[in-house]
């Protein structure tokens, strides 16, 4: 059957990592204490009025497929949000909501990359976009960021990278895995040197929310007004408000590249989930900016896990600046049985009972990723075992 699958599907590899999340879900089973540092979602509840918009929304019936693009009140909703906040020019009609931000990332992979384009990424950088590029059969020209400057991103490394094949530059901030952010002035040379060349950018604003030491969010809709062709924003409900499992997110940006993500959504997933949408609404209605306290409660346990991690011999840890994982080098601790960031991984699940995410699915040997996205408490215990365990 294998020979029968698609290059594109073969070359999606599973990937070794799943095997470490595997294995900690089989010591689960079994019964043991897991530090689960592995999860890339929020441990705090969806907001109530959330939950209970879509409890009513459920009673009311309010079950049919509704418009491809989601419903018109909650595109209103984040038209204005955007509108608000960054001063965007976009409308209702400028926004598609999406089954998460991932589909959204999705759609427009669909609707911008196809065999012969180049799609410029910063990299480490979350597993799914080079993987969404080569589902399209595109072609990831990775730009490299570096631990000593915290893995900002910096415009002139990413335009250097266009040529007349770019399609797009997919630009993560705060990105996950690294944390890394970019300045004001950095996205305003970078929105501007795409608009010249012609390029999309597409930002992925997933953690939008989740800055850190006083820095304000900041969005690529604060330029669309005046680089209205080459400005893309996607978004989720699912970090900002611990609305994971909800699937929501949106896409904004030109006319003409929104019909086409519809147009994708309409054959792909119809609309994303009726009752949820209204729960999302209500969100957006409430001000709900319960993300304020989450980001300080996150604060706290960067600076906690940071100053354990860089205590701990052969590992070094870059303070993120956003989202919610620390990304150390950990090559300075490798030994016999932990060579690589995958048999680090699984020796740090077998010994100490801490499941983290190998460096290699971001594109970083040297690194894992831990999800500070657990209680302090937790934290504080798996950090203890680690230290135990890479002593010994
Ligand atoms: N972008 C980044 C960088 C992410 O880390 C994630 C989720 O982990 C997403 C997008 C998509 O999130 P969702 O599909 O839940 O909105």
Known sequence: MTSRLTRRTQNLGESATLKVAQRALELKAAGETIYDFSAGEPDFPSPKVAVE??????ADGFTRYTAVAGIPALRQALAERYARRYDAPWGERDFVVT????????ELAMSLFEPGCEVVVPTPCWVSIPAQVRLAEAEVVAVETDPADGFRLHADALLAACTVQTAAIILNAPCNPTGGVISQDELAALVEGCAERGIPLIADETYEEYVYDGASPLSAASLARRYPDTVIVVGSFSKTWAMTGWRLGWAAGPPEVLRAVAAVQGHLTSNPTSFAMQGALKVLQSGDDGFAEHRREFQRRRNLVVARL???????????????????????????????SIEFSRDLLDRAHVAVVPGSAFGADEHIRLSFACSRETLEAGLDRMAESLGG
């Open 53 to 58: 918009a879509a409890r009513q929304a459920l």
């Open 99 to 106: 089954v998460g931000g991932k589909a959204a990332l999705f």
């Open 310 to 340: 860089n205590a701990l011999e052969g590992i070094s840890c870059s303070t993120p600046a956003g989202a919610f994982y620390a990304f150390p080098r950990v090559d300075g601790a490798f030994r016999a049985g932990r060579r690589s």
